[in-house]
Antibody, heavy 123, light 114 residues
């Protein structure tokens, strides 16, 4: 059973870069069966998909965040990471990593989620 | 982007009664080539991540109680809980994965006990 666990600083200063890592256990991040995503949830608000990476390294980002987002994969550590640059208070949120199964020409729903990590942007 | 709109925003239902949550997409999420609706439902309890309940609009995820059911096609979908239990108090979200990779979620519906 694949499990995901986020890690990273809980406090980031404005204008700096938010960096989070998701560790995959119980399965291989190199599997072609999954797409690996980051999703965030602002306090008392809904869910916003940030972007995903495939085992091959191909990525896709939400256009609203694309200029500031980088998602990368480290297959040796079975991890994938999120970097969000030039953060402001509006980036304060719970950040989740999640996976969706690969299906022909698309993906399925997000069937595995990490527990989430709260990131606050404040000086 | 496909906009997902849920109704109502909040709902109070008596224990043992039926709860119904609606979700409307701004365009069809039905793929004609496989006749599947790319629509999922999630449950989120306080302090927890969302949990997948339903995918393909009507397929229950493994382990999800059969009191949860999903229906609908095209642009209009419904999540029903046939007999509300105390542990069903949560936020519920719909999500489309038709326009992969640009996934979008509904705004959420808060379900409480009356």
């Amino acid at each position: 059973q694949v499990q995901l666990q986020e890690s990273g600083p809980g406090l980031v200063k404005p204008s700096q870069t938010l960096s989070l890592t998701c560790t995959v256990s119980g399965g291989s991040i190199s599997s072609d069966n999954y797409y690996w995503s980051w999703i965030r949830q602002h306090p008392e608000k809904g869910l916003e998909w940030i972007g995903y990476i495939y085992y091959s390294g191909s990525t896709y980002y939400n256009p609203s965040l694309k200029s500031r987002v980088t998602i990368s994969v480290d297959t040796s550590k079975n991890q994938f990471s999120l970097e969000l640059s030039s953060v402001t208070a509006a980036d304060t949120a719970v950040y989740y990593c999640a996976s969706a199964p690969s299906i022909v020409g698309a993906t399925g729903a997000f069937d595995i989620w990490g527990q989430g990590t709260m990131v606050t942007v404040s000086s | 982007d496909i906009v997902m709109t849920q109704s109502p925003d909040s709902l109070a239902v008596s224990l043992g009664e039926r709860a119904t949550i609606n979700c409307k997409s701004s365009q069809s999420v039905l793929y004609s080539s496989n006749n599947k609706n790319y629509l999922a439902w999630y449950q989120q309890k306080p302090g927890q991540p969302p949990k997948l309940l339903i995918y393909w609009a009507s397929t229950r995820e493994s382990g999800v109680p059969d009191r949860f059911s999903g229906s609908g096609s095209g642009t209009d979908f419904t999540l029903s809980i046939s007999s509300l239990q105390a542990e069903d108090v949560a936020l519920y979200y719909c999500q489309q994965y038709y326009s992969t990779p640009m996934y979008t979620f509904g705004q959420g519906t808060k379900l409480e006990i009356k």
